[in-house]
């Protein structure tokens, strides 16, 4: 059956880049009212920008991640992505209700169980 978890295919072949960009981008949608107070502080010249930066906060966000973790941003293993969910759970724990945390953490885990070990 086909499902579409953060843009990835379930019903095709899953890479773990495919995962890392998912992570990326299930953070910057679960976090997108946090991230819109930026707007408060900078102004943009167009929403293109804004949304620009808010990629890049959140890509830094999940390097550190991997850094934190010794994993391998550019080509991460599935352990990798496990270990990098499991600290960006730990991160949100402080300003989201875990329900929210579980439903986000489970989509991932949906596709780092489609990879090969």
Known sequence: MKECIYGVDTSKK???IMVRDAI???FKQAHDE???TMKEYYEFKSEKEFEE???LNVKFLVESKFEEVGG???NPSKRDLIKVIDKLA???SHFRRPEIIKKHYDEIMKLIRLLKD
Request: charged residues 30%; hydrophobic residues 40%.
């Open 14 to 16: 899953v890479t773990p």
């Open 24 to 26: 990326i981008d299930c």
């Open 34 to 36: 946090i991230l819109q």
């Open 53 to 55: 930066l808010k990629h």
């Open 72 to 74: 391998d941003f550019e």
């Open 90 to 92: 730990e991160y949100a």
